[in-house]
């Protein structure tokens, strides 16, 4: 996998970015890292931020085409963070929130969107 | 209508619990269009959960008590049309995902819904349950089958008429009282889901896109598993082409050998779900030819495309693809490619056989960032002659507001639906501004024909209800008339397609 300059300093930003909000522990409840990082696999940048994540990844990519399994079957607790596209971004806020989680922080990462959910 | 007290707040907490009273900021901003370029025009007041009817109920009471504006959803997925928020900021949105229950008649191909149950979630049931019944699910699967039944919302198979399908309702109108229509009328009766019409006058239609009552159980006609779903995927080479592949279907529509509602598309509903326009071009003008024909050549397909799907025992439908076959033949068919599904097949996994999908919303992406899509979608006559107009003249108005061309032209048994897709970048203030005038535009347009939209997002409906014009306006009268003998103190979705309670 080849990453562009652009790509990886946009990427940079999004690690810096999850490391900051995961920190910030007044806005999220105490955590210091998200309980489940979802990714988009048909974009590189977001790859390699689950990738540098460790933690737990659903990859919207795929359950797009696999009916959101993974998605709607997840009962962590915890914050999810995510690195998508604006659509599919949408999609699974939509279902985070009808399980009580808030959206805390939402910013453009070049094509995709960096959020977080708590 | 005043804004909520903190006397209404408490007793909506006291009724339903202090847990589902959501009136935080960021609970304000969970009930809002995330498609629209201010999120506050039509942010609400905050949301309600209720539980169960008898809830909704006691919700109801409290708010003619106080004076609250209540903007019903089911779940809330309305994309395009203003998502859960309500046409008046400060309204409070009752949320009804809550109510998730599920009744099926295996043998009577019936099922009784709440609000709450989406066409993942029934999908699921049915297969979990192993019932041989198929969905109608539309393009967008994370919504509600009742609301999007109530909202006159389509679907890809024959039942995909999905208000025609309701069979009986459970409705707390806003005085809190409590009816069950069609045969539900009559306590106990095992005919609820199985004959529509009931005794007397029939009422269901009058909770679809309105605001005279809400809605707390539906129900609603399945499709047995057909023996056999065949077709095909055809693709047409030029723009000239929509008039006469209409003028060939519609005849075989209206004999009910095509029994699904077929959707005519152009090339850019491909392209705007698959990839970014920046893929494409960075010129910031409509696409021109030779971007287009670069899609075209990239997905295989026409200028045109439209998936036909027969369905029944083996044998009918069969028959029916013959029947196709000599509708096209000799005429100018860029490609086809043949559908073939029976029984005991491995599942298709499309929305043609009744698994949900969620694919289509992604042409929110196509102009990058945050994006979005408001639909205008007038009704015409079926014929090829008046659709080719009808494409001409919204083209140039794409063209003259500068956006990309994004239609398709869906056939009813009698009528022909024109979908105008507008995309959009919500962050281009320039965008968003030219969005508007040519919404309007459109209106003006099909108005002038004499054509009328079907259903609209929460910031025209008072524009799109002023155009049913007969009789100064005689049918918005009716309404408002029927709105302020159910609904004095005007508590339930004030501005929903246009009808409002004089004391709203």
Known sequence: MRLSRRALLQLALAQASIQAWGSSSGATGGHTSAALVVCDGRWAQSREFAALSGRAVVDVAQEQLHGWRRMRAWSGQGPVVGLTLWSEYLQVRGLLESRGLRLRREMRSGSLIHWELA | MIAPTAAAWRDFR???????????????GTYSDHFAADESRHRPAGALAPA????VREIVRIANRHRVALWPISRGKNFGYGGPAPVVAGTVVLDLSRMKRITVDADNGTVLLEPGVGFFDLYDHLQANHIPLWLSVPGNSWGSVAGNALDRGVGYTSYGDHAARICGLEVVLPDGDLVRTGMGAMSGSPTWQLYRNGFGPGWDSMFCQSNFGIVTALGLWLMPEPEAVMGYDYEFDRPEDLGWVIDTLMPLRREGIIQQSPSIGNWLRSAAVMTTRQQWTHDKGPLDEKVITAIRERFKIGWWGVQIRCYGRQEIAEASVRVLDRAFAGKPV?????AHWVRGDPPEGSPFTGVPITFPLANANWHGGRGG???????LPPRGDLALDQFHRTRALYEKYGLDYHASFALGERSVVNVNQLLYNKDDPDMMSRVDAMFRALVADATEHRYGEYRTHIEYMDLVAATYDFNDHALLRLNERVKVALDP???????KSGIWSRRT
């Open chain 2, 334 to 338: 860029l490609a086809r490619k043949p």
């Open chain 2, 489 to 495: 103190n005007g508590i339930l979705a004030p501005g």
């Open chain 2, 373 to 379: 899509h408001i639909g205008y979608s007038p009704v």
């Open chain 2, 52 to 55: 169960d009817t008898g809830q």
């Open chain 2, 14 to 28: 006291a009724a339903i619990g202090p847990e589902w009273v959501l009136t935080s900021e960021e609970d304000r």
